[in-house]
T-cell receptor, first 113, second 112 residues
Framework: DTGVSQDPRHKITKRGQNVTFRCDPI?????LYWYRQTLGQGPEFLTY????????KSRLLSDRFSAERPKGSFSTLEIQRTEQGDSAMYLC???????????FGQGTRLTVV | EDKVVQSPLSLVVHEGDTVTLNCSYE??????LLWYKQEKKAPTFLFML????IEKKSGRLSSILDKKELFSILNITATQTGDSAVYLC????????????FGKGTRLSVIA
């Protein structure tokens, strides 16, 4: 499978715990995006990488959220001290150039209890 | 701030009907508009539109963009139950490193 892959697909965690998600983009894509989607809403932008550089962060991304893409390939999104409001689907997407479509992974569904 | 508004938010039709989904947008320095279909998990790409008046077509789906009036429509003819999904519209600006900005989507339900 050469598409965008995300791991895990589902995560249930207790409030206050830290969680980390991984995204492997399509191999030749240098741009990687993280989005969050809640029920009845479209995906909301969180952050964006070009190669290993994090170029943009949404104001939605509180200081409990951190993302990395250390070698310009896979990326991780960590949420510290999770809250119930963090429950959502976390989607990763990648693209090659600015004017091409972004391809999405299957998402990681986070439930904070 | 870039903004995308989709209408209707939800729609129920019978198999064989034709539907039109709407997307209006406000974006600084428009570059492209994209349509995605989202069933259970990942949005899957349908169309990317950059020029006004040129229809993009794929089977029973088609889409067109009006850059003067700042909207796009997605048409689905002869709908099938497999068309049931959330249809997402997104825009991309030419400015800097901006990502796709999505609307809330239109939830289409096609009943037999």
């Amino acid at each position: 499978d050469t598409g965008v892959s995300q791991d895990p697909r589902h995560k249930i965690t207790k409030r206050g715990q830290n969680v980390t998600f991984r995204c492997d983009p399509i191999s030749e894509h240098n741009r990687l995006y993280w989005y969050r989607q809640t029920l009845g809403q479209g995906p909301e932008f969180l952050t964006y990488f070009q190669n290993e550089a994090q170029l943009e962060k949404s104001r939605l991304l509180s200081d409990r959220f951190s993302a990395e893409r250390p070698k310009g390939s896979f990326s991780t999104l960590e949420i510290q001290r999770t809250e119930q409001g963090d429950s959502a689907m976390y989607l990763c997407a990648s693209s090659n150039q600015l004017n091409t479509e972004a391809f999405f992974g299957q998402g990681t569904r986070l439930t904070v209890v | 701030e870039d903004k995308v508004v989709q209408s209707p938010l939800s729609l129920v039709v019978h198999e064989g009907d034709t539907v039109t989904l709407n997307c209006s947008y406000e974006v600084t320095n428009f570059r492209s508009l994209l349509w995605y279909k989202q069933e259970k998990k990942a949005p899957t790409f349908l169309f990317m539109l950059t020029s006004s008046g040129i229809e993009k077509k794929s089977g029973r789906l088609s889409s067109i963009l009006d850059k003067k009036e700042l909207f796009s429509i997605l048409n689905i003819t002869a709908t099938q139950t497999g068309d049931s999904a959330v249809y997402l519209c997104a825009v991309r600006s030419n400015s800097g490193n901006t990502p796709l900005v999505f609307g809330k989507g239109t939830r289409l339900s096609v009943i037999a």
